[in-house]
């Protein structure tokens, strides 16, 4: 395995873990929430949530660029505050990932909340509990399994997006050049190699995280 191989690698599996764990945090905060509230605007807050599963990813990268660009509000406001332009940065790769992948996290997440009975989790107030105890030790114990099958696909779609992340991060070997936008680099320059190379590691890595997020969702239907 060559230094342009494990460095693209590397930088993919940086993006996409960290797109993936703030998924994870938000993703499963917002799946409890809809799980469990009833709030105005609550239908169109989840088809937002859900939209960038349909979106072209080049139309929600445009998004994102119109949010976190030079000119948009967001963009604005980190650099007058930080100092700091998302635009062609790693974690602009992240922001890309993340609003990409964030209803596979969302979706499950409130689905499984769903599935967990209220009663319980009432058993755990009249006991004593705090709400945020009666999240962690009652409602997020029995959910897990779904949230987790959710993370490992949004884990597997964030290491394979191309096109958001093209618009807003670009293709700067060793910065924001994931394995996905190396592939069609690779192709695009007739380098057979290592476009083979990088399409076995991804297929490879896919075919892993697939498997145990299947096997999650059969335990957690009562399969086997």
Same mark, same amino acid.
């Given at each position: +395995?060559?230094?342009?191989?494990?460095?693209?690698?590397? &930088?993919?599996?940086?993006?996409?873990?960290?797109?993936?764990?703030?998924?994870?945090?938000?993703?499963?905060?917002?799946?409890?929430?809809?799980?469990?509230?009833?709030?105005? *605007?609550?239908?169109?807050?989840?088809?937002?949530?859900? +939209? $960038? +599963?349909?979106? $072209?990813?080049?139309?929600?990268?445009?998004?994102?660029?119109?949010?976190?660009?030079?000119?948009?509000?967001?963009?604005?406001?980190?650099?007058?505050?930080?100092?700091?332009?998302?635009?062609?940065?790693?974690?602009?790769?992240?922001?890309?990932?993340?609003?990409?992948?964030?209803?596979?996290?969302?979706? $499950?997440?409130?689905?499984?909340?769903?599935?967990?009975?209220?009663?319980?989790?009432?058993?755990?107030?009249?006991?004593? &509990?705090?709400?945020?105890?009666?999240?962690? !030790?009652?409602? &997020?114990?029995?959910?897990?399994?779904?949230?987790?099958?959710?993370?490992?696909?949004?884990?597997? !779609?964030?290491?394979?997006?191309? *096109?958001?992340?093209? +618009?807003?991060?670009?293709?700067? $070997?060793?910065?924001?050049?994931?394995?996905?936008?190396?592939?069609?680099?690779?192709?695009?320059?007739?380098?057979?190699?290592?476009?083979?190379?990088?399409?076995?590691?991804?297929?490879?890595?896919?075919?892993?995280?697939?498997?145990?997020?299947? !096997?999650?969702?059969?335990? !957690?239907?009562?399969?086997?």
């Amino acid at each position: +395995m060559n230094e342009t191989l494990i460095t693209t690698l590397l &930088l993919s599996l940086k993006i996409a873990g960290t797109a993936t764990l703030l998924n994870m945090v938000f993703g499963t905060a917002a799946g409890f929430l809809f799980a469990r509230r009833r709030f105005v *605007g609550r239908d169109f807050l989840d088809t937002v949530f859900t +939209m $960038p +599963m349909v979106l $072209p990813p080049t139309v929600l990268g445009y998004y994102l660029l119109v949010v976190f660009g030079r000119n948009g509000s967001v963009g604005v406001w980190l650099k007058e505050t930080f100092n700091f332009n998302l635009i062609f940065t790693w974690q602009g790769a992240v922001a890309a990932a993340a609003a990409v992948t964030f209803p596979l996290v969302f979706k $499950p997440a409130r689905a499984a909340f769903e599935e967990v009975n209220p009663q319980l989790e009432q058993a755990a107030r009249v006991l004593g &509990l705090s709400e945020a105890a009666v999240f962690f !030790r009652v409602s &997020l114990p029995l959910a897990w399994r779904g949230i987790l099958a959710g993370v490992l696909l949004a884990f597997a !779609r964030a290491l394979g997006e191309f *096109g958001a992340t093209l +618009m807003i991060a670009g293709s700067i $070997p060793g910065q924001t050049q994931t394995l996905s936008i190396a592939i069609y680099e690779a192709v695009q320059a007739g380098d057979d190699m290592l476009a083979n190379g990088l399409v076995v590691l991804v297929s490879a890595v896919c075919v892993v995280i697939l498997l145990a997020a299947g !096997r999650l969702l059969r335990v !957690r239907g009562g399969g086997k």
